[in-house]
């Protein structure tokens, strides 16, 4: 019975697993837009690549060559890490200067606002700002640009400054064709609702009593508009404003106080009694966009940087500090403003281009071959979207793209040199990973592959060295000679000594400085020099302390016990930091809540589900524009470097490859920690894995450029070209213009679940 049972509960699964899946090809094949014919286009010019690439591996027809790649495939060769390092030539500086001033001008191309409200009305404390208006007007509307900080606002106004009316607000719910109030403890999950402002009466709780506006996190650094619903407009010259901030982040900042009349025009007005909420009335937009508004994540890490500034202490503290610090670099030169604290961003993105430029140059050693794996990047979607907004992820790729430069710089130092000559390269390679993973822990997941390749290298040069200094002997066991080469032993003592020093203790230094800034808001006066030495000797006057604690406490959960056993109010460096880490763990483990926009691993390899970042439809019907930008991979790119990776990984194996050996462990790295990961993902998760897939899909191209097969040129340069072309194609919905309808139905929207 029980048997049966199982069955048909098994049966049951089956059914609705494939109904489902029915369902979903149902919706799939009946939403499909006119773009799919660009879809099956792409795939054929991947599938005609591929079809190419391996041809051109294959022996030459009417020829001996296959007895010469039997006889290489035959051979018994060792493998190797220590790889050349081709050099840069003037050939290569056009390439360079041409493929970055394109992307800097297409990313900096309407990157934001040079504008924005500086000066704000801060609220420390509940506190009411009168104004007079010089003129009596006619109220309709209200707008506002939110500061950082969160709280409520009450706003009263009077025609004579005796008789007080208050902007009220009420939770509506749309029945039957029109608007009601929401009914107390009323489920309306399935019902479209709406607040609705209204002029109320004369407030019975005293001044500021009626708490209409609410400043909440996410609408931090955004420009507000309201109409006020039902009846007419009223008169009004006096005003009162009342914040009333939530004291665990203070303050709660206004940046500007925009009035509409009756007729919903903006009101040219001058106020006394609140310069600040009147003293910019140049930057208040007609129509509110990404361009004078922040967007996704940036209502967090602008804010944060911002506050670093102003010696705050951090609202956003979910990511370690130092790519926030970045941002305020971009801020501290441009000011509060989208394009300030967007610039830093793209400029790094824009740095990314000549060093993978320079990476390719010396692994492949063909300029054509650099130029086009640097353009496939380049011209990838992710990148130009994820380094327009102002979010730590583009750090993250940066440090990760320089340090495993630097690991093939020391890898590609050959075996028997001198310890010197590996000192720099290592040390930049364990600095610039400090430096990332002092921006954002997923650079951790690349310090796993940058110790894969550190191990291997070691192993494969320790082979070669011991063939190196192995001595010549006679007929008569006579050593004829001996080589001048270091002993392998101190080689080996010298590189993990050092190697610890550059990948743990530099490492350490720099993430532990990065939170010194959270120190300094919390009251620590020491200084730099004050707040390094607090963290020399952490270890040895506190951490026994706190272990300690943590052993005496009963508690079953020691990792928990010994966080609690540290002070959360202290202002020591380590002490903030150490409580941070367990924080971040704990936050980033329980991101569970639903995502329209979430994504996994096995939507990313397909570029099956981008991220909606801004969608501005409020034209749509007006004039059949609409604005929007996503992030996602161009899909050349991405369908090519999924298959690319498989090949390299079975050119590695067959033909011992260093080169395609490298390539392997760092897309690994990057992409196999993600597998395992329970919480809610996005697309550009995937961003790191994708700069990595452009270097396999860069392998293929150098093997046709060192077959040199007829038509190798048109393949690599026609590939490029369609991936360039379809940079063109999709630049709109990768920054926000304004584009028809129609144009993202024929072009655009290649697959439904495309927001596009």
């Known amino acids: 019975m029980d048997i049966l049972a199982l069955a048909a509960s098994s049966g049951g699964t089956i059914n609705s697993f494939f109904d489902q899946a029915a369902l979903g090809l149902s919706w799939f094949f009946g939403s499909l837009s006119p773009a799919v014919v660009w879809a099956v286009l792409g795939i054929a010019v991947c599938a005609a690549f591929f079809v190419y690439y391996w041809w051109c591996l294959r022996p030459r027809p009417h020829s001996l060559e296959w007895v010469s790649m039997a006889e290489a495939a035959a051979e018994d060769r060792p493998m190797t890490l220590t790889l050349p390092c081709h050099p840069m030539t003037r050939r290569d500086v056009l390439p360079i200067l041409l493929l970055t001033a394109v992307y800097a001008a297409t990313a900096f191309f309407r990157l934001g606002s040079f504008t924005a409200p500086q000066s704000c009305q801060s609220f420390y404390q509940r506190e009411t700002v009168a104004f007079e208006l010089d003129r009596e007007v006619t109220v309709g509307g209200f707008g506002w640009y939110c500061g950082i900080g969160t709280g409520d606002y009450s706003l009263e106004l009077s025609a004579d400054g005796e008789a007080w009316t208050a902007l009220s607000v009420t939770d509506e719910v749309w029945e039957n064709g029109a608007w009601r109030e929401k009914l107390p403890g009323e489920d309306t999950a399935d019902k479209s609702t709406r607040l609705a402002y209204y002029w109320a009466e004369p407030p019975a709780g005293g001044e500021g009593a009626v708490q209409s506006i609410r400043q909440e996190y996410n609408a931090v650094l955004k420009w507000q508009h309201i109409t006020v619903e039902g009846g007419a407009p009223v008169q009004a010259r006096y005003f009162r404003l009342t914040g009333d901030p939530e004291t665990a982040h203070l303050p709660m900042d206004l940046g500007e106080l925009v009035l509409y009349g009756g007729d919903g025009a903006r009101l040219t007005v001058t106020a006394r009694g609140a310069d600040a909420l009147f003293d910019e009335q140049d930057t208040v937009p007609e129509h509110s966009t990404y361009m004078d508004s922040a967007y996704f994540d940036e209502i967090y890490h602008p804010r944060t940087a911002y506050e670093h500034l102003r010696n705050i202490y951090p609202y956003e503290v979910s990511h370690p500090p130092l790519g926030k610090l970045i941002i305020s670099l971009g801020i501290l030169i441009f000011g509060m403003t989208p394009f300030g604290w967007r610039f830093m961003g793209t400029l790094f993105g824009v740095l990314m281009v000549p060093i993978l430029y320079l990476f390719l140059k010396n ?394």
Not at 482 to 505: C, E, K, N, Q, Y
Request: hydrophobic content about 50%; some cysteine; charged content about 15%.
């Open 363 to 756: 692994l492949f050693g063909k300029t054509p071959v650099a130029l086009c794996g640097t353009a496939l990047f380049t011209f990838d979607f992710m990148h130009l979207v994820q380094t327009r907004l102002a979010t730590i992820d583009t750090y993250g790729v940066f440090f990760i793209l320089v340090s495993y430069y630097f690991m093939y710089r020391w890898l590609a130092v050959p075996a028997g040199t001198k310890l010197r000559r590996h000192i720099l390269p290592l040390f930049l390679s364990g600095l610039f990973w400090g430096i990332g993973c002092a921006s954002k822990w997923t650079v951790v997941y690349a310090g796993v592959g940058l110790a894969v390749l550190w191990l291997l290298g070691m192993i494969f040069k320790g082979r070669e060295w011991l063939k190196l200094s192995a001595a010549v002997w006679d007929e008569e066991n006579q050593v004829l000679e001996l080589p001048d080469v270091p002993r392998l032993s101190v080689h080996v003592a010298g590189t993990v000594a050092l190697s610890v020093v550059f990948f743990v203790i530099v490492p350490l230094m720099i993430y532990t400085a990065s939170y010194f800034p959270y120190a300094s808001a919390r009251g620590n006066e020491g200084g730099f020099a004050g707040m390094a030495a607090q963290s020399a000797v952490w270890p040895a006057e506190k951490l026994p302390s706190y272990l300690a604690e943590a052993a005496e406490s009963g508690s079953e959960d020691k990792i928990k016990a010994f966080f609690d056993a540290i002070p959360t109010d202290s202002d020591d460096p380590v002490d903030i930091m150490m409580h941070n880490q367990y924080f971040m763990l704990t936050y980033h483990q329980g991101v569970h809540t639903p995502h329209p926009y979430a994504s996994y691993w096995y939507q990313w390899i397909v570029d099956g589900r981008p991220i909606l970042y801004y969608r501005d439809l409020d034209y749509q019907s007006v004039n059949g524009t609409k604005a929007l930008f996503a992030s996602f991979n161009n899909p050349l790119v991405s369908w090519t470097g999924l298959a690319a990776f498989f090949a390299v990984l079975i050119r590695t194996i067959r033909k011992k490859s260093g080169a395609g050996l490298f390539i392997v462990i760092a897309i690994l790295s990057q992409f196999v920690p993600w597998l395992p990961i329970g919480r809610i993902l996005f697309a550009y998760h995937y961003f790191p894995t994708i700069l990595f897939l452009c270097f396999a899909i860069t392998y293929l191209m150098n093997d046709m450029f060192e077959r040199r097969r007829k038509g190798y040129r048109l393949a690599v340069y026609g590939f490029t070209g369609c991936a360039a072309g379809l940079y063109a194609l999709f630049y709109p919905a990768l920054i926000g213009l304004y584009t028809p309808v129609w144009y993202n139905d024929y072009f655009l929207r290649w697959f439904p679940s495309w927001p596009l």
